[in-house]
């Protein structure tokens, strides 16, 4: 039998989401032992709990097959040093965003199969097909399909490589540490949230300026929350940075809804026409 944990190493959840999200869990996933033990709920601020407490629960949760995060905001990068301790016995599948992006990027460095997707406390409130897509991707061995709008710097032919899914901001903050990953002939999906377009740009340089983009072979944009108004601007910014290689746009994975689920560390295929499609299978575990 399966088991899922549930942790919040980040920041505090509502409780009346994670009462939701843990129903859903337990409602589809019915082949599954659900250890909430490491699941604490803080009165923080803005950590749920002091660095120690974070990682043992961090710990806890990992001695498990799946691992589902019960919020992001932050946390994650102050206690990553000791990611090797948490992991040193067993390595779940992460299955999480925003501050998770921390997790994804040590998944993806030890080739480890995760999951970019809505966290426990957003889970329920994912539109149907978003829910199904998570649900078919994590116990089903089914051909899935996530769908852009249009493509930058367009080329004829599908273009394969491990897709890694995170968020821009969190990414620029691991440069130069343990947690940051080798990009090269990989397909890179980004979102962000709420930040204003200079910001963006400043971060785009500081990878420029560091070459953790070199060599990527396509880019995945998904939502930018908060830049609707300026998508132009925002994909013109983009492929001045990116003037080279496809730059697939308009994907639904991200701080807005939908937030489908994506395939971290996982060969993926970018089919270019007639709009974006990333394709990909999912991982096949026997908990429904």
Do not use: W
Request: hydrophobic share 40%; with cysteine; glycine share 8%.
């Amino acid at each position: 039998m399966s088991i899922f944990s549930y942790v919040a190493p980040s920041s505090p959840p509502a409780p009346k989401a994670v009462e939701t999200g843990l129903t859903f869990y337990e409602t589809y996933f019915t082949k599954v032992k659900h250890n909430t033990a490491p699941l604490m709920i803080s009165r923080g601020a803005y950590l749920n709990g002091v660095d120690n407490t974070r990682l043992a629960h961090l710990r806890q949760a990992a001695q498990s097959d799946v691992m589902i995060l019960a919020r992001g905001g932050f946390g994650l990068t102050k206690i990553q040093s000791s990611f090797h301790h948490v992991f040193s016995k067993n390595f779940p599948i992460i299955v999480g965003f925003s501050d998770v992006t921390t997790l994804l990027a040590y998944a993806f460095i030890h080739q480890q199969p995760a999951i970019h997707g809505p966290l426990l406390t957003t889970v329920a409130a994912e539109p149907t097909r978003s829910r199904n897509h998570l649900i078919d991707l994590l116990a089903t061995e089914k051909a899935l399909s996530l769908s852009g709008t249009h493509v930058l710097n367009p080329i004829s032919k599908c273009i394969s490589g491990r897709l890694f899914a995170g968020n821009l901001c969190v990414l620029t903050h691991l440069i130069g540490t343990n947690c940051f990953p080798s990009l090269r002939g990989s397909i890179v999906a980004l979102e962000e949230v709420n930040e204003p377009l200079y910001k963006i740009d400043r971060m785009l340089a500081q990878h420029k300026n560091a070459g953790t983009f070199d060599g990527i072979k396509a880019l995945c944009i998904g939502d930018f929350a908060g830049l609707a108004s300026q998508a132009q601007m925002l994909e013109a910014l983009f492929q001045s940075y990116f003037p080279r290689i496809p730059i697939a746009t308009g994907f639904q994975f991200g701080h807005g809804t939908p937030n489908f689920a994506l395939p971290v560390g996982q060969v993926v295929e970018l089919q270019p026409d007639p709009v974006p499609q990333l394709l990909f299978k999912g991982l096949g575990l026997n908990c429904r």
